[in-house]
């Protein structure tokens, strides 16, 4: 059986890069999938992919040799249990405010006796080249869980979330982090305001010796996010690297480029 590239890297405290993939475009992903970042996530959590064409990603990044995520719409047992079974490699859980949530994705994605994920055929074992046999036995050791952080109740709870066995990373999301800690009366937090709350979000999980990581809109940032200690970081989505290339050309070539066609991340 296959072993998580990622998860050892994670625990030998490297850092890893990836992308996320929010269009349901197979080819798209097979050209990501070769391009040597660390892993790729299939964002089930904002895109319109569906599960057959996400199965379908999952099996093609693994074909090629890179490890496939997925973020789940919500860390809950049933949407957990379809992109191991349909052959992710791995889950990243958003918004993961309290030790409950945590716990529930976690056991969501370990077989008994470490969990509750149930027992069930489909293209799991043939991403990992094993047995159903094989992927039973060792799922559990190569299946990545990286839970979110994306609200100040994420970061006061951080420290009891971090120390549940069977997270193997967290992930801050800074753009939900920053809309979260928006005031009663409308006002965002400033930059240095945030970037307070990521810090301590790094801190605690380099006391805890928990890797952390972060969605970084430019590479620089991620560059930059490395350095600080993170080790489980996205340098962009495949629709903005494609929207950022196509804006580039344009203002080469002396055409206006519509500020709307900019994904967000």
Request: net charge negative.
């Amino acid at each position: 059986m296959k072993s998580n590239p990622v998860k050892q890297k994670l625990r030998d405290g490297k850092p890893t890069f990836g992308a996320w993939l929010s269009l349901d475009n197979l080819h798209t992903a097979r050209l990501l999938a070769r391009s040597g970042l660390d892993w790729l996530t299939v964002d089930l959590e904002h895109s319109a992919i569906d599960w057959s064409c996400a199965a379908m990603i999952f099996a093609a990044v693994a074909d090629a040799g890179g490890v496939p995520l997925a973020r789940v719409p919500e860390g809950n047992h049933y949407l957990i249990k379809r992109v191991l079974d349909a052959g992710a490699w791995g889950i990243v859980v958003p918004m993961v405010d309290t030790v409950e949530q945590a716990r529930a994705a976690i056991a969501a994605a370990k077989y008994p006796p470490l969990g509750n994920r149930s027992i069930g055929p489909g293209m799991h074992c043939l991403n990992f080249g094993a047995s159903p046999s094989e992927y039973y036995e060792h799922a559990n050791e190569e299946i990545l869980v990286v839970l979110q952080t994306e609200s100040p109740k994420g970061v006061e709870n951080a420290e009891a979330i971090y120390s549940l066995p069977g997270c193997d990373a967290v992930m801050v999301g800074p753009a939900d982090l920053r809309f979260q800690m928006c005031s009663a009366d409308g006002r965002m937090p400033t930059n240095d305001e945030l970037e307070a709350m990521i810090q301590r979000v790094i801190e605690i999980g380099r006391r805890l010796k928990v890797p952390t990581g972060i969605f970084a809109m430019e590479l620089e940032t991620a560059v930059l996010r490395a350095r600080q200690g993170m080790q489980f970081v996205s340098v962009c989505s495949e629709a903005r690297m494609l929207a950022m290339k196509a804006k580039e050309i344009a203002q080469r070539l002396g055409l206006q480029y519509e500020a709307t066609a900019m994904p967000a991340y």
